[in-house]
């Protein structure tokens, strides 16, 4: 993956996205760039936006007034579109993120690419394939959803006197073989490809350069669908790889093959 960093340009579907994510896009988004223009689209006058309006201030967010002028409609889509333009002839930024779920989108990211600039789209998993393949990147927003992790209580037990004792912490079980068959199909296969045009005369590729190659094959793949944070620990859980660690000064450029 790229280091560069961007000026870009976040342009919210408020009738699209999810107020509760609104901080995790944000960081999201930050991975890559920086957000000088913050913008949402939405008709401000409709209770639907009441639950974004205690959060845009908090992310200093621009909201845009876009009235719904027929029943079942709105124009948000084209205000974004519109004004997704001008910023784009403005040349201010080198990227911008759309967030949405809505392949009503996938003319203005594929518009955007073919200036040279750089796009990410953040939307559900049912986003259409079309808007998602126009963009170097995707992030489906069950990804960045905040985990909520169980804590489970002691489980109490009655010893044979009858008083109640607290059971012995449970021995971690060992991890089962590494198997492949924890990616999907699809996922296996971006992965190969990925792999193969990544490799040099030995075999042996920089999971840097595989994890670029994956994005330009699938700008949706994300390794925190596996729960994994890095695609190195990814590799490391595939039975049909190899990670080398390959330490140069006090950096780590991590390698991988086949075994």
Not at 82 to 107: P, Q, R, W
Not at 128 to 147: A, G, H, L, R
């Amino acid at each position: 993956m790229s280091e560069k960093k961007f000026n870009i340009a976040i342009l919210i579907d408020g009738d699209n996205a999810q107020p509760k994510l609104l901080k995790e896009t944000i960081e999201e988004v930050s991975k890559y760039g920086k957000a000088t223009i913050r913008r949402i689209y939405g008709d401000w006058t409709s209770q639907a936006m009441n639950s974004w309006k205690a959060l845009i201030n908090q992310h200093s967010i621009n909201p845009i007034q876009k009235f719904s002028y027929t029943t079942g409609k709105n124009s948000t889509d084209g205000a974004l579109i519109i004004d997704a333009m001008d910023i784009l002839h403005s040349k201010n930024v080198e990227g911008f993120c759309i967030v949405s779920s809505d392949s009503d989108y996938t003319g203005l990211a594929k518009r955007i690419r073919e200036e040279g600039l750089f796009v990410m789209g953040i939307g559900e998993k049912k986003t259409p394939e079309s808007f998602v393949q126009s963009c170097d990147i995707f992030t489906f927003t069950e990804n960045i959803t905040p985990k909520i992790v169980e804590v489970k209580e002691p489980e109490i037990k009655t010893n044979r006197v009858g008083t109640l004792s607290k059971s012995k912490i449970p021995k971690v079980t060992p991890k089962s073989k590494k198997k492949n068959s924890i990616l999907s199909d699809k996922d296996n296969k971006t992965i190969s490809r990925a792999f193969d045009i990544s490799t040099d005369e030995n075999e042996i590729a920089y999971i840097s350069t595989v994890g670029a190659n994956i994005r330009k094959i699938d700008p949706s793949f994300d390794t925190r669908t596996y729960n994994f944070a890095t695609l190195s620990k990814l590799f490391e859980n595939l039975d049909e790889y190899e990670v080398i660690r390959n330490e140069v000064g006090a950096l780590n450029h991590p390698l991988v093959k086949r075994k």
